[in-house]
């Protein structure tokens, strides 16, 4: 989240200290999600063959040698190293922090509990936007610091994986693992049967994981995350109220999810958010027609923010943290590695593509830029309706049942 939420409030002050072009800026800004994709290409790999916490402690180290590069930096260069390396982290994060949770958690908690993982990256993207109003850019970076100290420091509390140890063969590790996160009185000897079997019998294509992924980053969420003060600014509205107003709410909406997904549902959320993202990008659509076609000038502010507030709602209502809620569940711990890092690369590859094609989209049309957006939103419902299952309620290896079944 610290990393999303690093680019918007530091872009001017980055280009007049180093000066930089937009170009190099550019390059700058959509690095990320280009590390982030090899971050992804590695993650399923690195997560089967170190482990889920082995995954996640390589990651913390590589993400903190880019937060000092970035710090350091004297130069374009510089910058793109640090950010790429920051990139790598996250991408291989997206994919095996969900896994994780999904792994460890009880069924009537995993939902809730894998939600918090968006919420961890809306509160980073937020407390960047925030802070980012009155600290350096260099200061900024250093924060970058803080979460990669507290997980490194975490992971030391907390068991591996079950289910990856079932899957790598350390039998009584699996189990010591599983009684620690159940308790010492709970009875897991179905849960561990169910795991076991689980492990050896199932298989399923990822097409659900990937479709989900496509959905999610080609709706334009990058396009609206890492610009929102420049289409601020371009609607006649403050960008530190905007983004601050964007920020805080959806830290909010992200929380008031991890609260009702477990009762409410995976698809009756994406339907809901899917809708809301149909309607707030053909809002924002109308506010640029009519700045463009200088109509109703007075009602453009109001069309933009209300359209951008409304598009982030929305995703963080449902198309935000439940795709990687799904996706960790959905895939068979046989095939969760390569599976799971493919889904994650189309993920990154999906958010590098709207990051760099925004500015490009929106000079070719500003209003037509978020029709497309609207466009791809829609067919997400339909998607959505006809291939996704359901998957509250149930273990991970119920949910298997049900999807070969």
């Known amino acids: ?70 710090y350091l930096a004297k130069g374009a260069e510089a910058l793109d190293i640090g950010r790429l390396a920051t990139g790598f982290g996250m991408g291989v994060f997206s994919y095996v922090v969900p896994v994780f949770i999904s792994e460890i958690a009880p069924k009537n908690l995993r939902g809730a509990l894998a939600t918090l993982n968006q919420v ?95 959905v999610q980053q080609f709706g334009g969420i990058n396009g609206v995350a890492f610009y929102a003060s420049n289409i601020f600014k371009s609607a006649g509205v403050s960008p530190s109220v905007g983004t601050i107003t964007y920020a805080i709410l959806q830290v909010v909406v992200t929380l008031l999810i991890t609260q009702v997904i477990d009762r409410a549902g995976r698809k009756p959320l994406l339907l809901v958010a899917g809708s809301g993202l149909v309607l707030a990008c053909m809002i924002i659509g109308l506010s ?7 109509l109703a000038i007075e009602f453009v502010p109001l069309l933009a923010v209300t359209g951008i507030l409304l598009y982030i709602g929305s995703f963080s209502a449902g198309m935000g943290a439940v795709p990687w809620v799904i996706m960790s569940e959905i895939f068979p711990v046989n095939i969760k590695g390569i599976a799971g890092g493919f889904a994650t690369l189309v993920n990154w590859f999906g958010a590098w593509s709207v990051s760099y094609t925004f500015n490009f989209l929106m000079s070719w049309s500003s209003y037509g830029t978020f029709l497309v957006y609207a466009a791809v939103n829609a067919l997400g419902i339909v998607f959505v309706l006809k291939v996704v299952p359901e998957t509250k309620g149930r273990t991970l290896e119920q949910i298997q049942a049900a999807i070969n079944g």
Not at 41 to 69: E, F, Q
Not at 288 to 294: A, D, I, Q, S
Request: proline share 3%.
């Open 288 to 294: 640029f027609y009519l700045k463009v076609n200088e």
């Open 120 to 214: 961890m990256i809306c509160g980073g993207a937020s407390v960047s936007f925030i802070i980012g109003t009155f600290l350096t850019w260099r200061a900024l970076a250093l924060t970058g610091l803080v979460p990669c100290a507290i997980l490194l420091f975490g992971l030391h509390l907390i068991p591996e994986s079950p289910r990856w140890l079932a899957k790598t063969g350390h039998e009584k590790d699996f189990e010591v693992a599983l009684q620690k996160l159940r308790g010492n009185d709970a009875d897991i000897s179905e849960e561990a049967a169910e795991i076991k079997e689980y492990i050896e019998t199932l298989d399923r294509l990822p097409k659900i994981g990937v479709g989900l992924m496509v």
């Open 1 to 70: 989240g610290s990393q999303v939420g690093f680019s918007s409030p530091t872009q001017d002050a980055i280009r007049e200290d180093l000066s930089l072009s937009l170009a190099e800026y550019s390059v700058f800004g959509s690095i990320l999600t280009f590390g982030a994709m090899i971050g992804a290409i590695t993650s399923g790999p690195l997560s089967d063959l170190l482990g889920r916490k082995g995954a996640m402690r390589l990651s913390s180290a590589i993400c903190a040698a880019g937060w000092l590069a970035i």
